[in-house]
């Protein structure tokens, strides 16, 4: 595809019209406009990234939804399903007092996290409560300047929360801008901060919801074999042995200030270079099938498409940054009922579903790359102390019976 032929010149800027897919219905191809954009550059390079995601199943096409109208058909629709009166009405109330009168007919698309933040920053300082009439009709605009509490705060974060989730659900948003607020409303944890491993059931809730993102193949490598986020980044081509089953740790990846993205051959421990983890058929499936996208890309756009071999890339073949794929998980998993842990628990999550199924504690060292495998069982003793109590309750039982 020659990218400088499809990319014109307008009166505003640069733009471009692509394919976009097909109609489910009619099987009729799509195609959509793009622009206005202030460079020829960065048209192409935007026009790589949505030829790309088209190709990859992962190209979304926003909705232009009015937040009141979407807001309201979430409330009746998912919301209240299984929610006592009461709470119906006093959280009925805060979406026609709060929500409807600051966004109003917004599109659903267009609401941000710098929105949201102004949102909750005048919630913060003005207190802004709009009062409604006894028969509902909320006309009358009177505002006050009534402190809110933490508490309140909070609901009206895990209403707005839910609803995006929904949204997302919905395909009316690609993402949910309640995770990037800067000033969320705090919440108390009582969770143990000792154990940030998913169970087996929250690990299958996150794999399925990250199924059919351009970020499902990092994470599903990384839950599979518990490797440090700047080893997954690093990981080459060069180091897939499909024909043995196998991938190498021989370098990673990461942003270095001043310099950007810089790949070197070290790693946290002399033992986690060069390791050669084994992976499973299901997994060399999926790396089969990003090499051949991979493949197709680079002979349409050249060489300079990945010029690094990377196994996980962005659209327009540039690494991932850590931060980014960091940012990814936050996005997902607040979306989430499951335990909020960080990108880091995924390798908790590997070590400690192996410990579960009495895996040789040296063979889970050399897997996640400890310097000694006492570094392991220090790490997950308290995995270990599980094992231990199921095994005398076992001996137990045996001597009983």
């Not at 939804?65 to 309201?72: L, P, R, S, W, Y």
């Not at 901060?193 to 399925?208: G, N, P, R, T, Y």
């Not at 059919?212 to 042995?241: M, N, Q």
């Not at 990377?310 to 850590?322: C, E, H, L, Q, W």
Request: glycine share 6%; proline share 3%; aromatic share 10%.
């Amino acid at each position: 595809m020659d990218t400088k032929k499809i990319v014109k010149k307008g009166k505003k800027g640069y733009y471009f019209r692509t394919d976009i897919g097909k109609d489910p219905i009619t099987g009729r191809r799509l195609q959509k406009n793009f622009g206005p954009f202030n460079t020829k550059r960065e048209a192409e390079a935007d026009l790589i990234n949505i030829r790309y995601q088209v190709r990859n199943g992962t190209f979304f096409k926003p909705s232009y939804k009015a937040f009141d109208d979407f807001i309201n058909e979430w409330f009746d629709t998912v919301y209240c399903s299984g929610k006592v009166e009461t709470t119906i009405e006093r959280r009925r109330y805060i979406i026609g007092s709060q929500l409807i009168p600051y966004f109003k007919k917004t599109p659903l698309e267009n609401i941000d996290a710098r929105q949201l933040d102004q949102f909750f920053n005048v919630l913060r300082n003005n207190g802004r409560i709009i009062k409604y009439k006894k028969d509902g009709s909320g006309n009358t605009n009177e505002n006050t300047k009534k402190p809110l509490s933490d508490s309140y705060l909070k609901i009206i974060y895990s209403l707005l929360n839910q609803a995006f989730a929904t949204a997302i659900k919905w395909k009316l948003v690609k993402e949910n801008p309640m995770i990037d607020i800067s000033n969320k409303p705090k919440v108390k944890d009582n969770k143990n901060k000792a154990d940030k491993a998913f169970s087996k059931e929250e690990l299958k809730i996150f794999l399925e919801a990250v199924a059919k993102k351009h970020v499902y193949l990092p994470f599903v490598l990384d839950a599979y074999t518990g490797i440090r986020r700047s080893e997954l980044l690093g990981l080459k081509w060069d180091y897939v042995d499909f024909i043995n089953h196998t991938i190498q740790i021989s370098g990673t990846l990461n942003r270095v200030k001043g310099k950007g993205l810089i790949y070197t051959k070290k790693a946290k421990s002399e033992k986690s270079l060069n390791r050669t983890i084994p992976i499973p058929e299901i997994i060399l499936n999926l790396l089969r099938k990003e090499k051949q996208l991979q493949d197709e890309m680079k002979k349409e756009y050249g060489n300079d498409f990945n010029k690094e071999n990377y196994v996980f890339i962005k659209y327009d073949g540039t690494p991932i940054a850590p931060d980014y794929l960091t940012k990814e998980f936050r996005k997902i998993i607040g979306s989430l009922n499951i335990k909020q842990t960080t990108l880091h628990g995924l390798r908790h999550t590997t070590a400690t579903l192996l410990m579960k199924l009495n895996k040789n504690p040296r063979v889970i060292s050399d897997i996640l790359g400890h310097s000694k495998v006492q570094v392991t069982m220090d790490f997950y003793s308290h995995v270990n102390l599980e094992i231990m109590r199921e095994a005398v309750g076992d001996l137990g039982d045996f001597i009983a019976s």
